[in-house]
């Protein structure tokens, strides 16, 4: 009988070992895998977070920029990796669009679950100085008058990119025609927008500086209300289009992380991006930081790719391959 207890004990603390380990996690460094370039916008949010999630946990979390092939080369690597919580993703628009848009992706989204949606940015209309006609009525018109040249010139970051969609999405619910103008990078086509070399471009408010130091117009913001660093920017549903477009930042993590580690990493980061010093040096970016359940994330993320879908069934023409 004696032994039986023994046995019986012995089988209970066995019983609850895995459930220590995943509520002593992390019991060692953790890395962030940012697939853009050091010093973006990605990258400064992830670093900002990374410190105080490691600050939080006692261990290093150490961000590291995966670059290449439009996101690819990053979100490949984490799709790869131990499902243990230990090697997390922090991505954003790309992840979505790159499945619609790209062929033979080496990986699949289902390789992924997610852990947290951490903030947000919507694309502001900017125009150059040269236009005539600011309003966002006077565009549409004008886009309309130039249809037979192709309607407006919209440039973009890049063929596929957040800004690129907004202006596929603008086009589509405003029905005018435009010509997309893509170039390598923001700050490219920013000095060509300047320049007049094309009429308009959504971009984030990371580009606000731009219209407050007169170098840009702005026209509206894509955003459900206005923003706190633009409160005299109207929105475009104020203007009488319900439009919304932008760009998100969210972790996940590879597919078979448990969910109590999925649930730690999640309110953890609740609680570091309660931080007010956090919450003002991204405020510097113009981004809005925010948070979610992975369930909530999960089903932000299928939306975002069914807008995508519906966009390419009425007949945009998105190639990036």
Do not use: C
Not at 288 to 297: L, N, R
Request: charged fraction near 15%; aromatic fraction near 6%.
């Amino acid at each position: 009988m004696h032994l039986l207890k023994i046995l019986g004990v012995a089988a209970a603390v066995a019983a609850t070992l895995p459930l220590q380990a995943q509520e002593a996690f992390p019991k060692r460094p953790v890395t962030i895998v940012v697939p853009f370039s050091a010093g973006g916008v990605t990258d400064l949010f992830a670093r900002t977070t990374g410190l105080k999630l490691g600050a939080l946990w006692g261990q290093p979390v150490i961000v590291e920029n995966r670059v290449g092939a439009g996101t690819i080369i990053g979100t490949q690597h984490v799709s790869r990796a131990p499902a243990d919580g230990y090697t997390l993703l922090f991505t954003s628009y790309a992840f979505t669009s790159n499945p619609e848009l790209r062929k033979n992706l080496p990986y699949s989204p289902a390789a992924f679950r997610p852990v947290a949606l951490l903030g947000s940015t919507h694309n502001i209309l900017l125009v150059n100085n040269k236009l005539k006609g600011k309003s966002l009525a006077e565009l549409i018109a004008l886009a309309k008058a130039q249809a037979p040249k192709g309607g407006l010139s919209l440039g973009s970051s890049g063929a596929g990119s957040s800004p690129h969609i907004g202006a596929e999405l603008f086009a589509q619910q405003a029905g005018i025609p435009f010509t997309h103008v893509p170039y390598k990078g923001q700050g490219p086509a920013m000095i060509d927008l300047t320049s007049g070399v094309f009429d308009g471009m959504f971009d984030g408010m990371s580009s606000y500086p731009q219209v407050q130091r007169g170098a840009v117009s702005a026209v509206a913001i894509a955003a459900p209300k206005r923003h706190p660093d633009a409160p005299e920017l109207p929105t475009f549903r104020e203007l009488g289009m319900d439009f919304v477009a932008g760009s998100w930042f969210g972790l996940l993590a590879p597919a078979g992380v448990p969910d109590e580690i999925v649930a730690k990493i999640n309110a953890d980061l609740r609680e570091v991006l309660k931080d007010p010093e956090l919450k003002a040096q991204i405020a510097k970016t113009g981004l809005q930081v925010s948070t979610s359940t992975p369930e909530a994330f999960g089903k932000f993320l299928a939306q975002e790719t069914e807008k995508l879908r519906n966009l390419i069934r009425q007949g945009a023409k998105i190639d990036i391959n």
